[in-house]
Structures are given as C-alpha cells and as structure tokens.
C-alpha cells in the first residue's frame, strides 16, 4: 500500500511537471530568457530553507520568495538594469541566503540534497495537491492569454503599437515562471528545473511547426521523456530526475539525427 | 473611389524630442489628411525614425502634442524581414498577431482578408523560415493590415529588398492607398519610386523639416 501511494505521487508529480514546465518555457526559450528560469529556481531554495526553518510547507514559502523575486526582477528590468545584472544579483543574493539558513538549524542541511536534485520519494498529499492547484493555475493563464503572449514574444514594439499591455503581460509571465519553478521542485531539484523547462522546447523547435503545435509537441516530448526516464530510474535504481533530463536531451538528438538523415 | 479627405488623421504640432539630451527633432510640425500618402524621407540619423517611434506611442515627445484621430493605426517595423528562422511561426501565427482583441471573433475572416490584400493566400500554412525575403515583407504588411487600419505606418520596410521585389511593393503600397484608402506615412531613404505615388514628400534634415512638398505640383520648399 505504502509502496502503490508513493509511486502513484511520484508519477503523478513528475507529469504534472511534465506538462507545466514547457508550457511556461515555450515563452521564456523564445524570448531568450531561460536564465531566468535558473535564477529563479536558486532563489527558491532560500525559500525552501525558510519554509523548514519556521515549519512551514517548503513549496509554499518558495512560492512566495520565487514570486516576489520574479517581479522584482522584471520590475528593476525596467529601471534600465541590464537583465543580466538583475539575475546574478538575485542568483547569488538568494543562494547566499540560502547557505546562511541551512547552517541556522540543525535539521535544515540535512534535507537540502533532495530539494538540490529532487527526491520524488517523499512528495507529500499535500505537496501534489498544491503542485496540481498551481499547474491548474499557469495552463488557465497560459490558454486564457496564449495570443496576446506569442505576439509579446515575438515582436514586444508591435505589441506596444497594438496595446498590449506589455509590462502586465512581462509581470504575467514572471509570476508564472515562479509557480512552474516551485512546483517541479520535488520532481526535478532546483539543480535540474531549467532542464525540464528548456529542453523539450528545444526539442520541439527543430520540428519547424506552427506555435501551437510546437507547445504541444514539447509537452509531447517532455511527458515521454518523463515516463521512460522514471521507467529507467525503477528499473536500474537510478536517481529519476538525473534520468528524465538524459532521457530528453536523447529524444531531442534523435530528432536532430532523423532530420539530418531525411535530408 | 475619392480616398481623399480634408479630415486630419495624425497631427504633429511643434513636437520635439531629445535622446539623452541630444536634440533628435525640434519644433516638427505637420498634418496629414485621411487618404494621404506621406513619405518622409531624409539621411541615416535625421530623426525620421523618431518620427514614427513618437507616432506609435514609444517614446513621448519633450513638447509639443502629437494627436491621432483614429485608433486603428497598421505598423511596419524596420528589419520586418528579419524574422528569427527558429521562432515556431507559421503565416497565419504572424498575421493573427495583428487582430485586435475586439475583433478577435472574427480573427479568421481578418486573417484571410489581411493575406489575400498580399496575395499570400495560398501560403497560409507555410512556416515563416520557408518564405522569400519579399514574402516575409508581405506577411508583414499582412499583419498591419489584420488590425483593418485607417492608417498604415511603415519604418524603412524596403531595407535589404530586390529592386523588382521593391517594385511590386510600392504598387501594393498605392493600391491600399487609393483603392482601400489606407493612410500611408512611409519612412525611407528610398527616394525612387516612393516619390511618384505619395502625396507629400517629408525631408528631415537636422532634426527638423527641411522641405514639405506636394510632388504633384510646383515645388514648394518651406526652409
């Protein structure tokens, strides 16, 4: 029973994560922006080392700490601070803070390698209900604005001539980054995030599709690649989230190989 | 058909603009009258292109008031060629981009209606990176035109354009104008062939205008 309750959260952690990840990093890949996926990611570890240091669900404090660093970030993008600056400075102010927590409390370090590289062993009822209430959330947003996204991604000045509302959009899209970043948390480590989010785009891309065609052939790729890579991990008691990744970055040679050979 | 009228549509008055404190226009006046077909023209650096960026609401003018008398305004950026050969687009993601949301229940209609104006019909489907340098131009336009402008601005869009390509360019360019009577403001340095369709000529020389002139009649040089 125990068994069955474990492997059922497991899966069911690692496709949700499947499906919102290259949804939000369809946009971020396209606009040049997977860095922010990577800082954001380090910068919820500091709120995972808050959320054990004050009893806390770790998901929910790194939510908050992801979130509001998400539209910080964007908002000193618009006080003419390069993006890359924003990002190193949050990227090691966070993981700094980070270092400092774990050190506070003496249960704190010895948890912080399954948030690093992900241990799908212990994803909690209420760790998948909160990954499932955030995944809801980002593909409702998404489809709700997916067209005024694409041409924000696309062109930003025509966006601007349209009326998009672009800084709101930008905002958007941040907040949503966060949640994707904190929810794939216990699948995937905070070392391994931007993979999930980058990779299966990537993948996608060589395929020359339309844009909605190519989102879904990412998330296509991105939900195979997660059950044969969890399938490997079982079957050679590997660690599941060090599998997925080699299991997408070969899905996404193989494409590279059958369209240089059908050339 | 009588495009022309004596409506005005976009009004510069006394408009002047500074990048970091260098003076890019001063004191730019002029009107344009619905069915007009402007072409403001000028040397790299003039600050013709500060003209239209002050026209879509990119920057905002130090002085004077910039007024537009519609809100269905068509826009063409400079290196609208340029697409990124990896961006998962097809024609019809691009043209779609243009629909406003409150047409957006008739997004399919505009989007074929924007692509037969460009005769691109046909390639609806086609992948952005498979299209001609001169078919992208009028995916392009086709976008601008999905927004069912009164008034079309275009940022240098024959840049890096075959002399032949240009040519059926400016025909599409006059038949919008005079047929559909779209407004045109055209941005170029291209000085051949924009000059027999337009009805004004713009010179911008220094940050200012230099000469305004109907081509059609005598020269009339305003220094």
């Known amino acids: ?263 | 058909m009588q495009c022309k009228s004596s409506d005005p549509i976009l009004t510069f008055q006394n408009v002047s603009f500074a990048y970091d404190r260098e003076v890019t226009l001063s004191d730019v006046s002029f009107t344009m009258h619905r069915g007009d077909y402007f072409v403001i023209t000028g040397e790299n650096g003039s600050g013709k292109s500060t003209i239209t960026k002050l026209a879509l609401g990119l920057l905002t003018p130090d002085a004077g008031t910039i007024t537009f008398a519609t809100k269905r305004i068509g826009y063409v950026a400079q290196h609208a060629t340029h697409i990124d050969p990896l961006f998962p687009a097809t024609v019809h993601d691009i043209v779609s981009m243009g629909v406003r949301a409150e047409d957006a229940a008739n997004r399919e209609a505009r989007i074929r209606g924007a692509l037969e104006h460009v005769s691109l019909a046909a390639h609806i489907h086609d992948h952005v990176a498979e299209l001609s340098g001169g078919e992208r131009q009028r995916v392009m336009i086709a976008r601008a035109l999905a927004s069912d402008p009164e008034i079309l601005i275009l940022d240098e869009p024959t840049v890096g354009i075959a002399q032949a390509v240009r040519d059926n360019f400016y025909a599409l360019l006059h038949e919008l104008n005079t047929k559909h009577c779209v407004t045109i403001l055209l941005i170029t340095h291209d000085n051949s062939r924009a000059h027999q369709d337009a009805t004004h000529v713009v010179c911008v020389e220094n940050g200012g205008i230099h000469y305004h002139e109907d081509p059609h009649e005598s020269h009339h040089h305003a220094h």
């Open chain 1, 1 to 263: 029973m125990f068994t069955y309750t474990f492997l059922e959260h497991a899966i069911l952690a690692s496709l949700i994560t499947a499906v919102v990840a290259p949804t939000i990093g369809f946009f971020l890949v396209l606009r040049r922006e997977a860095l922010m996926a990577d800082t954001l990611a380090h910068v919820s570890l500091a709120g995972v080392a808050a959320g054990i240091l004050i009893g806390w669900n770790p998901l929910a404090t790194a939510l908050i700490v992801a979130t509001s660093s998400s539209l910080a970030i964007e908002h000193l993008k618009t006080k003419r601070v390069a993006s890359e600056w924003a990002l190193a400075l949050f990227l090691y102010g966070s993981l700094a803070v980070a270092i400092i927590l774990f050190s506070l409390g003496s249960n704190v370090g010895s948890k912080v390698t399954s948030f690093l590289f992900g241990n799908l062993l212990t994803v909690t009822t209420s760790d998948l209900l909160l990954m499932a209430a955030l995944g809801a959330v980002v593909m409702a947003t998404v489809a709700f604005f997916f067209q005024p996204l694409l041409t924000l991604t696309f062109d930003e000045t025509f966006a601007r001539t349209i009326g998009l509302p672009v800084r709101r959009l930008t905002a958007v899209l941040a907040a949503l980054t966060a949640a994707v970043i904190t929810l794939a948390i216990p699948t995937l480590g905070v070392l391994l995030i931007g993979a999930m989010i980058s990779i299966p785009v990537i993948a996608a891309l060589q395929l020359r599709a339309s844009a909605f065609a190519t989102l879904l052939t990412a998330i296509g790729i991105a939900l195979i690649g997660t059950l044969f890579g969890l399938t490997l991990s079982l079957t050679l008691n590997i660690a599941p989230s060090g599998s997925i990744v080699l299991t997408l970055i070969g899905i996404t040679l193989l494409i590279r190989l059958s369209l240089a050979i059908k050339k």
